[in-house]
Structures are given as C-alpha cells and as structure tokens.
C-alpha cells in the first residue's frame, strides 16, 4: 500500500494529489493514506503536503555526501568501522585492509566511484560516479563452517528486501546471488570469506547495486540495467544504503538464529524462472535441463533430459530462451 | 553411479556394523568408508563426472578428519590409512584440508599468479589458495608456517570436505 502511494506521487512527480484522489485510487481511507504518507515522511520522503491541494513528492535529491553517508551508516551500527570515499579503486580490496586493523564487529567501505571494481575471479565491475551503491561491507557471521556458502543467497535476499521497501521494485534472484531487472544484472555481489577449519572468521560482501545509472559501455549494453533504467525515475541512494544496512542486520541475524531454513522460502519467493530451462556452466560441463530451484542446503538442483535430478555447487546459469 | 539415496543407506549399514573399512566399486565409481572417532565418508568418481560429497556432521571432531586424496586412493586401496602411515613417517609434514565442498582455484584471477608454488614459504596467515561453493570465494588461509612441498589438487578441480589440498613442512 505504501509503495503504491509512493509509485502514484511518483508518476505524478509535479502535481499535487488530494488525499481523496488517492484514497479512492487505492480503496481505502484518507486516514488511511495520511498514516501511510506520516511512514513515508519518516523514512525521509520530501512530501509536501498542502491543505485543499493534498500531497507532492519534492524534487529528487540525492546528497551522497560524507557526513550523510556516515550519519545513515551509525544511525544502523553505531559502532562500525567506516570509511567513505569519493573515488576509490576497489571498496572490496579497501575492505580487506580495513580487516586487517578492525576490531568492530562491523566494518564498511562505501564509495561514490570506484575505478577499479572489482568482481568475482578477477572480473571488473563497473562503477559510475554518483550512480550507485557500492561498498564492502565486513561481518563476522557465527555459522559453522559447512553453512558459509549459504551467506550469498542471504546477501541476496536482504538486498531484494533493501531495494523492495525502498522503492517498491522487486528484484529477481539468479542462483545464487546475482540480482536481476527484466531480466537484466542490477546488482552484482562478490562474497569472499576468511575461515578456520572450524570457524568462519570474517566475511566481506562487496555488493554493487546500479541505482542511477542511466548509461553502460557498449559491451554490458544488453546485459546490464539500473533501477532507473527500467522505471524512468531516479532514486536517493542514500535511503537506500540505510534500507540495505537494516535489512542485512536483519536478515543476518535471522540466519544466525533460525538457520538456511528460514531463509529459503524468502529467497524462493525472488528466485527467477523457477520451472524454465537453464543452462548450467560448470568448469567440466553444461548441463541443460529444467531449474528445480533449490535443496535445504542452497544448492541449485537442475532436472535433466532423463529426469534425473543434479545438484551443482558451482554454476553459471543462464535462462535458455523459448523456442517459439 | 550410486545414488545419494543407495550411499546413504549404505552408511547407514556400515554405520550399524562392526566393519571398520569398506570399499566398493561399479563401473569406475568407487565409494570408500572408514570409521575413525567420526566416520568419513568419502565418493570419487573415476570416470570424472561431478563427486558426490556426503555433507560434514553438524558438529565436526575438534581435529577434522583427512580422508585420503583420489590419487592416494586409486594407489592405495586401505585408502586413509596410506595418509596415516605418510604423516608417522615424517611428523614435520602435514595437509590443508579444504574446510566445504567447492572448486579450488589456485590464483585469485585466471590471469593472476597462483597464491603458492611448490616451495614457497608460507607463513600461518597467508593464502593458499581460494575454495569456491555458490559464488562464496574462501580464502584459505595456511594455518602453519613452512614450506609448500606439494600440491595435491589442480586448479578448478572440485574438493569435498576435508580434501588435502597442499602438504606443508612445518618449520
């Protein structure tokens, strides 16, 4: 109901709209509505709201600056390690010096740039100026051992749940943690986990989420969107970092007490194409068959052509287009 | 190959028996089972479709234990009873032990240096190698300083819990 107010101020972005018209709009009260906007103002909306004329959403503005960052960063974890850049070459090679020194239990590298994104296996990860989120952020999750691959599909789901509040867009989850608009990368997460034999030390969690973007180099073109790309607005990002700082607090602390189980239904209910064909890529084969999502413990299980059921642990998957 | 159902009921039957070892073998799969303080259990799959790794117990020995590598295996049928008798003979030797089933990737890019090489000296804390499951990148650290004096796994190769990956002079 409230993303729906929020989509209607929205798409009227310069007009005035009356707590009636919207009442009736959304089937219910204006009293209704009127709660909804006071949520709305809370989370730091600039609503305008006028007597006889009825509600505006003011126009966008998006101060990613230091001292905001930090202030939406300590207002979640009072006492995490931060650092703020307006350019950096890579926040997640930022993150593994800040580990080095951190006490906290928390630590974040944010930056309004990078340079040099870094994702999985050496691949660059592209990072305009201004456009998105993207930081590293550092946790000492207490899972066991055998658990740990679990920690990117919880990744994904706080992200989803991040960009859902926020803005009322739903994402969809590629196994195991690759973020997609229409069918497009929005947002990339690269997990990298330091561990005992027995014990899981340290997590950092680069997450870079398109936000702004309006543009990518040729060659992403047809792979890659943003969150204003394919809804035409633009978003406050620092609303969002908040939202995706929250939302990791709570859904990690879930899994640390509750486990995986807990955890795979809210995953499932993001998962892309569950029941279409996929391709799987693993370093030996591809296998081809229908996605049957995924086991208690996370792992993509795919049904080939004989019906027999495979779990693979490390794939890359892509939807296979239909034949029509 | 077995199914994951037939290998669980056979664990289960080892498990409930006296026998201490057991190895069986089909068409190039071979299942190995030995009991130490906590059973390890262990499939390899000669023909080199993907192996079948039995999830660790939830809570592991203190001292998790090493089952024996493929390539000790296909050498020495009593299978983790070859590492044993390896490490008695030189107590300065001993293994990283890959923590979760994943893929070993032994450099952080494929375009990168591999992290060690055989007789590189490592220090407790630098990485070895990188243990990948569901795109979560571990970073396996050394645990010991020493000596890389082999490398028991390649690159991309997949790992089950408790693999020997690398063994180390100790120093």
């Known amino acids: 109901m409230r993303t729906s107010i929020l989509q209607l101020l929205r798409e009227n972005q310069n ?235 709570t859904m990690f602390s879930l899994y640390e007490e509750k486990g995986f189980s807990v955890i795979k239904p809210i995953w499932e209910a993001s998962a892309e194409s569950p029941g279409a064909n996929i391709r799987a890529r693993t370093r030996e084969r591809v296998y081809e068959g229908i996605n049957r999502g995924i086991d208690d413990d996370g792992v993509l299980l795919i049904e080939k052509e004989n019906g027999e059921i495979e779990r693979l642990l490390s794939a890359d998957i892509e939807k296979i287009p239909d034949k029509s | 190959m077995l199914k994951i159902q037939e290998i669980r009921e056979l664990i289960k039957l080892i498990d409930e028996s006296s026998i201490d070892e057991f190895t069986f073998e089909q068409n190039g799969s071979k299942v190995s089972m030995s009991k130490n303080n906590q059973p390890t259990v262990q499939a390899v799959n000669q023909s080199g479709a993907t192996p079948v790794a039995v999830p660790p117990a939830p809570e592991p020995a203190p001292q998790p234990p090493a089952p024996a590598n493929a390539e000790n295996q296909a050498a020495d049928p009593a299978g983790a009873s070859g590492t044993a008798a390896a490490s008695a003979a030189d107590a300065d030797l001993v293994a990283i032990t890959s923590p979760m089933v994943g893929t070993f990737y032994e450099s952080p890019s494929p375009d990168a240096e591999p992290y060690v090489k055989k007789g590189d000296p490592i220090q407790k804390d630098s990485v070895v190698c990188i243990v990948e499951a569901m795109k979560l990148m571990n970073e396996i650290e050394a645990e010991v300083n020493g000596e890389i004096v082999d490398i028991l796994v390649e690159n991309g190769q997949l790992v089950e819990y408790g693999q020997e990956m690398f063994t180390v002079k100790r120093k």
């Open chain 1, 15 to 249: 007009e005035f709209l009356s707590g009636e018209w919207l009442s009736s709009q959304l089937g219910c009260s204006r009293t209704a509505v009127w709660k909804h906007i006071q949520t709305l103002l809370d989370r730091g909306y600039e609503i305008e709201a006028v007597r006889n004329k009825g509600y505006r959403l003011k126009v966008f503005s998006d101060a990613f600056t230091e001292d905001a960052v930090i202030g939406q960063i300590r207002a979640v974890w009072p006492d995490a390690a931060v650092e703020f850049y307006s350019s950096a070459s890579s926040t997640q090679t930022l993150a593994h010096r800040l580990l080095e020194t951190m006490t906290a239990e928390r630590g974040i590298v944010i930056a309004d740039e990078q340079t040099n994104g870094k994702g999985r296996l050496g691949r660059s990860f592209s990072s305009q100026k201004g456009e998105g989120i993207w930081v590293s952020i550092v946790m000492r999750p207490n899972i066991p051992v055998h658990q740990m691959p679990q920690l990117t599909l919880v990744t994904a789901t706080a992200v989803c749940k991040a960009v859902r509040e926020q803005t009322g867009i739903e994402l969809t989850i590629k196994w195991p943690n690759d973020l997609l608009l229409n069918g497009k990368k929005c947002c990339g997460i690269l997990t990298e986990v330091q561990s005992d034999p027995d014990q899981v030390k340290s997590m950092i969690v680069g997450i870079g989420l398109n936000v702004n973007n309006n543009d990518f180099p040729e060659w992403l073109f047809d792979k890659a969107t943003s969150l204003s790309m394919e809804t035409g607005e633009r978003f406050d990002r620092l609303q969002l970092l908040s939202a995706l700082i929250h939302s990791m607090e």
